[in-house]
């Protein structure tokens, strides 16, 4: 293209090339900016959208019933018996208020002082957003005298309200079925997502009756929701789902309200500790999981620090010359909720993943910092099981931190300062590196023979390594399995960790397709959660896809990655070929490893995503945690996704 193309191209881009989206084509046009994602996450979140209204008018006083259905056909019902939309003329807009509601963008009753004190959906898009996102949605109000029916079509209204009928009740119901030209999958609600949102919902809003219903099969599958205790039973039931044994058996609780002429909020907080070593620490504002945390995380943590310190300084837990317990330390075992409900909270996104209220800080700081020293003092024996634990994860850190420094010392002295058996890569790009973390120096060996030595580099591991999730960190330092995987990665552990530092854009698990393969994939991965955990999130970490078959026919060779594809080639083959069964990396030459698994134009890799953090925490804490029971009980439940896997 010469310069005049340019100027002509350039001259063209005008008043007439500036959109103007009007009503709900927005939303349509950009819904990932309202849903995250048009996966199976952003389909999910319809639901919390509808339910999080609902939710709203429980805050509020009006609600103590939701009902939340899954019909034949993935359609989706949301019924509560709070006050009803109002179906009145909204003076603006000239419109019935339920129509405003479901077709214009910031409009509710969210932003004013009267309707909602606390609510969750500030930004007035919930209901307007999955209105546009769905093929229909059909809502129904009933206002004590009438029930009363409006129809929308991809937000678009197809029929005016009207009144189908009377009634002495007050509620509104919600029907829609996702588009199938906006999300890539409209048939995957999965039940269990949607029971661990609704159950937490109902942990948060003590005494509320949330009920969810799956229709789609023959046989209805139902689950209620109550919890008298709220936040204490959210504990309590953390607890006992990954099978946790406590330090303490009362579940600590306190709550408090702050208000002046600005600002209302109101805090409820549960803790226990157990005897791991990770902590769980979930917040909530107007219900909504900020899963990023915020001001009353952090005025939460400041507050438990001090006052944990001040405590063991006052009862001489600790000498004047002994060093502060850390936040790390405090915090080793426990379990907390934090709630908080606010007026005006501010979010950093639709989504509402971190609370920004600067004041909630300090409401929390000064309400924990008050309630929990008495608590601790009225409690002493609960109070020096804690501090005991905390002195422990103390001495950990400190003998943890004389091992990095030994480390950091031994590679200083090292010239090469990398693993002995580290075949590095010739870039020194980390955008276009990436690292073969290999299972056995057979696999290694090929791995380095069929390598492009320009960007990957290959670590072989031997054994199994420590399983960090029963471990302290003064464990993973010196852990000869552990400390090649750290130095060559460059970016640290635990609090040093630096992913600016990271020397490869890609960290690649390759392992045998067996079940030591799989237990040392596990291994490696619950060491990456725990103490490199925004590899995982940022997507870093990937795992390599060898074929388990090699058939050939006429020196033609296909590679199969499952029994159900090697019986297909075979059939395609006409029944004849030899296959040759894969029982471990190290059985390949480096030519056919390079094909298969390590070639970027050809391979087949996992990305390893973690859309739920908290889900994800569970699930290491139960298969690689000491109790036995609860990790047989999961591996029974999903045996069969493990044999329906087809990659």
Known sequence: MDNSEINQVTQEYGANEIQVLEGLEAVRKRPGMYISSTGPRGLHHLVYEIVDNAIDEALAGYCDKIEVDILPGEI??????????PVGIQPKMGIPAVTVVFTVLHAGGKFGNGSY????????????????????LEVKVSDGKNVYRQRYERGEIKSELEIIGETTKKGTEVLFKADKEIFTETDVYEFEVLETRLREQAFLNAGINIILTDKRNQEPITEHFCYKGGVMSFVEYIHKKRSLDVIHEDIIKFSGSFSDEEHVAYAEIALQYNESYNDLILSFANNMHTTDGGTHEEGFKRALTKVMNEYAKKFNLIKENEKALSGDDVREGLTAVIS????????????????????????????VSEKLMVYLEENPATARAIIEKSLMASRAREAARKARDLARRKNAMDSASMPGKLADCQSKNPQETEIFIVEGDSAGGSAKGGRDRKIQAILPLWGKMLNVEKARLDRVYGNDKLMPVITALGCGIGEDFDISKLRYNRVIIMADADVDGSHIRTLLLTFFFRFMRPLIEQGHIYIAQPPLFRLTKNKTHIYAFSDSERDRIIEQLGGKCDIQRYKGLGEMDPEQLWET?????T?????????????????????????????????????????NLDI
């Open 117 to 136: 004190e606390f609510s969750g959906g500030l930004h007035g898009v919930g209901a307007s957003v999955v209105n546009a996102l769905s093929e229909w």
């Open 597 to 601: 698994t390590m070639n970027p134009e």
């Open 76 to 85: 989706i019902r949301v019924k509560d018996n709070g006050r009803g939309i």
């Open 603 to 643: 391979r087949i890799m996992l990305k390893v995503e973690m859309e739920d953090a908290i889900a994800a925490d569970e699930i290491f804490t139960i298969l690689m945690g000491d109790k036995v029971e609860p990790r047989r009980e999961f591996i029974e439940k999903n045996a069969k996704y493990a044999q």
């Open 340 to 367: 908080v409900k606010l007026k005006e909270a501010q979010f950093e996104s639709q989504t509402k993943i971190k609370l920004g209220n600067t004041y909630i800080k300090y409401f929390i700081d000064k309400l």
